[in-house]
């Protein structure tokens, strides 16, 4: 059984039949969030799925516009800008509010819930994913209550991460706290990357290859099929897929095709750059506006994951931004799709993981935010390639080691592990 729900464990839930397992989820009713794509529910759409009420703020707002209309894309009731104020208000205030996050509040329904249907089916393992790091105090409290095994799975860090901020020492003290409870008690601690796992192991005080395991994100290649052979777009078109935010800012690659542009006015009715994703902060119009390159870059829009998968597949080269305040890193579900389209990837980041998945596969360059004139350098490298008709894809979905179906195998076994 799991609790909580995202992408990754959607599609642990998708595969898991065909290894033996039948997965009952427990999650959150409708929440407000900045884009919903209703689109996704396929994948699950026969499997059993209990969704309870909370007392989170984001479910009360998405309650209290409940009577507003409705778009499979985006969240009911309020405006973009209401959106943003309540993702703001959501994270800041509610970090000194909630320990370790407002998701708390859904424990008390979820547990209820969850405790009902362990007790009207064999389950066997309970199964829980983060963030929010509070689902993982619910794996806890069910462990210590029924004493059935429990695989917590990490897709970031938790003390010390970009996604848990702490205000104060004493919010810090307590999410450690916590997070010791959860890497002591859980039968097996599942990280997205092998930083990840080692950064808990050290926290948790003690090494164990058993109960510490990487399985990291992927991609659907059933998500692909009738995609492979999209043609081209005619202008060099850059992608951007995934959310604008202060991680995946764009300002530098920006300025960079500014700098590109300035040196070879021609260009300018030659290269197309769409953004497909929502503008958390709504700074990219601004930025664009600024720079003078409205001819060449698309507003934002958010598209359903298939259309968005089309888009990817008729572009030259896809765009890639981490910029990280910390040491953590952050490995992106976006970069497996990326790597399952065969485009080459430019990554405007630090040194890390996904830099090096990238140049092990020889699928793009890696550059630094702060390094404009190497990333106009790099552009023109591939808009060169393009010119000249030798610009090189790999073939779509060759990296089977990131296809979700493989991935979910590695979960089973770790499953059939702990009944035996």
């Not at 938790?158 to 999410?175: A, D, K, L, V």
């Not at 990219?284 to 001819?295: Q, T």
Request: net charge positive; hydrophobic share 40%; glycine share 6%.
């Amino acid at each position: 059984m799991g609790m909580g729900g995202t992408q990754r464990s959607a599609k642990f839930v998708k595969y898991l039949p065909e290894f033996g397992w039948e997965p009952v989820v427990v999650t959150v009713k409708d929440v407000h969030y900045y884009a919903h794509d209703a689109s996704l529910l396929h994948d699950i759409h026969d499997r059993q799925i209990y969704r309870t009420e909370s007392w989170d703020p984001l479910r009360i707002v998405a309650r209290v516009g409940k009577g507003a209309p409705q778009s499979p894309l985006v969240p009911a009731a309020p405006t973009k800008t209401i959106s943003r104020l309540w993702t703001w208000l959501n994270r800041s205030i509610g970090s000194w509010l909630f320990v370790p996050d407002s998701k708390i509040l859904w424990l008390p329904f979820a547990l209820k819930t969850a405790l009902d249907v362990m007790r009207a089916q064999k389950i066997a393992v309970i199964f829980t994913t983060s963030p929010p790091h509070s689902s993982h105090l619910g794996g806890l409290i069910l462990k210590l209550i029924t004493g059935h095994p429990w695989v917590a799975d990490f897709r970031d860090d938790w003390s010390g991460g970009e996604s848990q901020p702490c205000p104060t020492r004493w919010h810090r003290f307590i999410n450690r706290l916590m997070e010791k409870w959860v890497l002591k008690r859980a039968d097996r601690i599942i990280g997205m990357c092998d930083h990840l796992v080692n950064s808990l192991r050290q926290k948790a005080g003690y090494s164990s290859k058993s109960k510490f395991v990487t399985i990291m994100n992927g991609y659907d290649g059933e998500d692909f099929v009738g995609l492979e052979q999209e043609p081209l777009n005619d202008r060099f078109t850059i992608c951007h897929c995934g959310s604008i935010s202060r991680v995946s800012n764009p300002e530098p690659f920006l300025r960079a095709v500014k700098l590109v542009l300035q040196q070879h006015p021609t260009l300018s009715d030659q290269i197309k750059i769409q953004f497909f994703g929502t503008d958390l902060f709504g700074r990219l119009p601004r930025l664009v506006h600024e720079l003078g390159l409205e001819p060449i870059v698309s507003p934002a829009q958010y598209l359903p994951h298939r259309q968005a998968l089309r888009a990817m597949m008729q572009s030259h080269l896809l765009l890639l931004t981490i910029i990280k305040r910390t040491g953590e890193e952050i490995i992106t579900g976006k970069l497996f799709e990326y790597l399952a389209s065969g485009k080459p990837i430019l990554l405007i980041s630090s040194e890390g993981e996904v830099a090096k998945i990238i140049r092990s596969l020889q699928r793009g360059v890696v550059v630094p935010p702060d390094d404009i004139s190497r990333i106009a350098e790099a552009i023109m490298e591939y808009v060169t390639c393009w010119q000249a008709g030798s610009l090189a894809f790999s073939p779509a979905l060759s990296t089977a080691q990131f296809d979700r179906r493989n991935l979910t195998g590695s979960l089973a076994r770790i499953l059939a592990e702990l009944i035996e």
